[in-house]
Every structure is written in structure tokens, then in C-alpha cells.
């Protein structure tokens, strides 16, 4: 479990393709803290260290991962939002992140507002929904929801965060990881049940 707080971010030194699977090499300070077999979460989505040394290790994606994130859109010297997960005794400062994203969206509009950004996105995936003040995690970001409609919403960003993530490398058109709010799924699908 992840709460959506960047703790770095790492670049991709490598990509190597072996059947449906990609291998992403990425650099990191924390690349020395890490072990073989943790997860860690990449802009959003739970990926499993397979190799490591001290300044940079491996993770790999399988095509279901591919399939459903912007991963596949990576390239040598892409910059990654990176988490670890809670520890169990953590402050819980962002909210429940599973690290397992639900659709891509595509930024469509992005408003300087002086001191702070306006991001907004659109997103295929009419299922899921977000809600005003609600939670939202982009690229493994903890952010809340401005604007909200069936399939668009609107996040802002303060200048720490748009210095330490990658949403200050997104343009119009940039294609961004979504996992929609946890209590949200659930309460919709039981509401589905019951109707």
C-alpha cells in the first residue's frame, strides 16, 4: 500500500524488451536502500525491484501492466515519480493508494494561476468516477479533485509538488497514469449491486 507521496524521482536509463515483457533500468538515489523483491510504486503503478546496485535497479512490466498504464510510452531518459510503500508505523499523509492503476488519461488543459497550477485531464474509463474535494492519484500523485464530471476533472498543484514530480514535464497531450479513490470503487459497485 502507497499513500501518493513522491518520495523521488528516477530516470529511465535503459529499456529492454524480452517477449511481451519490458525491463525499465531506472536511476535513483534510493536505489541503494532498495532490495531484490520490494515493490515500488513507478508514476502509480506496483512494480516488483528484480535487480539492483547502488545507483540504479530493474523492474519489470508485463503486457496486463502495459495494457492499462503509460508505461509502454516510456523512453531512455523519461522522469519517474517513485514511492516505496507505508511502512506500517508511517504517517499517513496522502490517502490509500493500491498501486494498481485503473486507465490512462490524457491532459487536456493546463492554467498557470500565478503561483500554482490548474492540470486537467479526460479519461475513457466511465465506470470509475471522481468527485469534488474527493482523491485522486496521478502518476502516484495524492491529489484533490477541483473539478469533476463523468469522464473529466481537474487537480491543482502547488509549486513544491510541480518541483519535485513530473507534472512540471507534462504538456497538452501528455498521457498520465489514474487510480481512482479505493472507497470510491467500493461504494459504486455496491451500489450497483443493490440497483
Not at 530493474?58 to 519517474?80: C, F, H, P, R, Y
Not at 500565478?114 to 474535494?133: A, P
Not at 487537480?155 to 507534472?167: E, S
Request: aromatic share 8%; net charge negative.
Amino acid at each position: 500500500m502507497f499513500t501518493g507521496i513522491i518520495e523521488e524521482i528516477g530516470k529511465v536509463k535503459a529499456i529492454n524488451k524480452e517477449q511481451s515483457n519490458i525491463h525499465f533500468t531506472v536511476e535513483a538515489m534510493m536505489s541503494k536502500e532498495l532490495k531484490i523483491d520490494q515493490s515500488l510504486a513507478h508514476d502509480g503503478c506496483c512494480l516488483t525491484i528484480v535487480q539492483k546496485n547502488d545507483t540504479e535497479y530493474v523492474v519489470t512490466a508485463i503486457q496486463e501492466t502495459l495494457d492499462k498504464t503509460n508505461l509502454e510510452d516510456w523512453s531512455i531518459g523519461s522522469i519517474v515519480n517513485l514511492e516505496r510503500c507505508m511502512k506500517a508505523d508511517g504517517r499517513f499523509d496522502g490517502h490509500i493508494v493500491q498501486g494498481h492503476v485503473d486507465c490512462t488519461a490524457k491532459c487536456t488543459f493546463i492554467e498557470d494561476l500565478n503561483g500554482s497550477w490548474k492540470f486537467s485531464f479526460e479519461h475513457k474509463n466511465t465506470s470509475h468516477k471522481t468527485v469534488e474535494k474527493g482523491s485522486v492519484t496521478i502518476n502516484g500523485t495524492s491529489l484533490t479533485v477541483v473539478d469533476s464530471s463523468s469522464n473529466t476533472f481537474s487537480v491543482c498543484i502547488i509549486p513544491f509538488t510541480y518541483a519535485h514530480t513530473n507534472f512540471k514535464d507534462l504538456i497538452v497531450g501528455s498521457k498520465v497514469n489514474i487510480e481512482f479513490d479505493i472507497f470510491g470503487k467500493y461504494i459504486q459497485k455496491y451500489l450497483e449491486k443493490i440497483n
